[in-house]
């Protein structure tokens, strides 16, 4: 099996991450255009409760995962990897039996108590199979990442989204005319579609590469598995902290919007609107750049680990400034794109432009979100989850305050609910960086700072310039796109120019390596 180096595997991870986003995008697009806001609605408020549901499942395997069978590999102990992926797929079988379960048994009264919209159950119940799929996936990717061969979960992240995309427009119509709360549950299966054809590639994969029979002994391994069983748990259970408190947040986010809305004397078909408006148009564009730089962070845990017990800490600082560098360049040309052309794109990609004024006020802060991933999985790789995980319950906590003050305000309505979520993003990545200065002192100069600054202000300088360059960019979609070329031809210019990408890092990866001297 093929194994990448730190940059060749965040780079297979950041190409795969750039197509399932754009996948996604289209996915969104049929979704938006067929079912509307109402539509849109319904779906994002079902798919907290699922991501709350793949958290407990999973119970921070796969990172525990990727750690053990590391560290097996290193010393040749197949069969120590066998037993570390029979115990997991046994703690994650049996989990998703018990919350698939509970989430067909508990959907009424999350949707009709919580939600407050009945319509909500269809999709929840359109979900529930898909918990033990996620269960056996996370395993299997788990191993593939502990032998440090990326490429399995990125073709499998593409096949996903190429399947789901293939099965939502026919899934929708078939249940639109039934209503909306049937079309929702519709793009629903097609999303389980895609991920049971993404674990049979994967399956197929591991199947081809593995170097052990696994029906073998089963239930030997399993009972001489305690030692196993808690090497993993001293991994999994303090990861699984901060990503428990962000899925019990997003859990309880469409319930505390409902009933926020609804205080304020909102129609709860109109703040399913508007709910459906901010997380299915808005926060997914806001969300673009995270694909970057949730690579980074999936790549920098091993690597800061393995420099911070060699008490290399030049080296840790260095990923530290680089992940923030790269995040915070990959985020700036996002944000100056939505600030500037919020109602073109929305208009050509979903035909509604509601959703702007959530981009003109959210798409400043949410820099901040982008250099926030590095940061934790930086807290995590030096042993210092806890601090991580209490970092994300305050923040997440004042976020659920500032929304409830201000949502339940008929002034502010729904925009009461983002100016909660940039309090939230802000908070904690201050919070993130005020634990790292504080546990290993680390500092960002300010000669980096007004670099930041500067790229950012002359790409919005220049971005406002364009606009009168490229009169009829507004209905025009080719005129649009030449716009939006020149503007990301001229900002990676300024990278360069800013030295937010260096010749020395290009000439690490095979493609730049004989092409750069």
């Known amino acids: 099996m093929s194994k990448q180096t730190f940059l060749q595997g965040t780079l297979i991870l950041i190409l795969a991450g750039m197509i399932t986003r754009f996948l996604g995008f289209i996915n969104r697009i049929i979704v938006a255009r067929l079912m509307g806001e109402e539509g849109i609605g319904l779906y994002m408020m079902a798919l907290p409760t699922l991501f709350l549901i793949y958290t407990l499942t999973q119970f921070g395997l796969p990172i525990a995962i990727s750690k053990r069978v590391a560290e097996a590999e290193a010393h040749g102990d197949l069969r120590k990897i066998k037993q570390i992926l029979i115990i997991s797929l046994t703690i994650t079988g049996t989990l998703s039996i018990f919350f698939t379960i509970g989430l067909i048994f508990l959907a009424p ?19 529930s199979p898909m918990v033990p799929i996620s269960a056996v996936s996370s395993v299997i990717r788990g191993y593939f990442q502990g032998r440090q061969n990326m490429k399995p979960q990125s073709y499998a992240q593409v096949i996903e989204q190429v399947v789901r995309i293939c099965c939502v427009a ?76 962000g899925s019990v947040s997003n859990f309880l986010e469409p319930i505390l919007v409902a009933q926020s809305l609804a205080i304020a004397g909102l129609h709860t078909v109109a703040a399913t609107k508007q709910y459906g408006e901010l997380t299915g148009y808005a926060l997914p564009l806001l969300f673009i750049p995270t694909f970057i730089t ?120 729904i925009m009461g609910v983002a100016i909660g979520m940039v309090v939230g993003v802000v908070l904690g990545t201050l919070l993130h960086l005020g634990t790292l200065m504080k546990v290993i002192s680390f500092r960002i100069p300010i000669q980096e700072i007004i670099k930041m600054a500067g790229l950012f202000i002359i790409t919005l300088l220049g971005g406002s310039q364009l606009r009168y360059l490229f009169a009829g960019y507004e209905t025009n979609l080719p005129v649009f796109l030449a716009l939006l070329l020149v503007l990301t031809i001229g900002y990676i210019f300024l990278l360069f120019q800013f030295k937010f990408l260096t010749k020395e890092e290009l000439k690490q990866l095979p493609f730049f390596k004989k092409r750069i001297k």
């Open 294 to 413: 949730h690579s980074l962070a999936v790549a920098m845990v091993p690597n800061i680990s393995e420099a911070d017990a060699k008490k290399n800490h030049k080296l840790v600082h260095y990923r530290i400034h680089q992940a923030i560098r790269i995040s915070f360049a990959s985020g700036a040309i996002s944000t100056v794109l939505l600030m500037l052309f919020s109602v073109p794109i929305l208009n050509y990609m979903y035909g509604s432009t509601g959703a702007s004024r959530f981009l003109l006020f959210m798409s400043p802060f949410f820099l901040l979100l982008y250099v926030q991933f590095p940061l934790n999985a930086t807290l995590q790789a030096l042993n210092h989850a806890k601090a991580a995980m209490w970092n994300s319950i305050i923040s997440t906590g004042v976020k659920f305050i500032v929304m409830l003050i201000f949502a339940t305000n008929p002034d502010f309505g």
């Open 109 to 127: 009264i999350v949707a009709t108590k919580f939600l407050t919209d009945e319509r909500v159950l269809y999709p929840l119940l359109a979900i």
């Open 170 to 245: 026919f899934m929708v119509k078939l249940f639109l005319p039934y209503g909306v709360e049937f079309a929702a549950a519709g793009a629903m299966f097609s999303v389980i579609v895609g991920e049971l054809c993404s674990l049979m590639f994967m399956l197929s994969m591991f199947k081809k590469k593995k170097r052990m029979k696994m029906r073998k002994h089963v239930f030997q391994y399993v009972k001489t598995g305690r030692k196993t069983f808690e090497e993993l748990m001293s991994i999994a259970l303090p990861g699984t902290g901060s990503r428990l408190v």
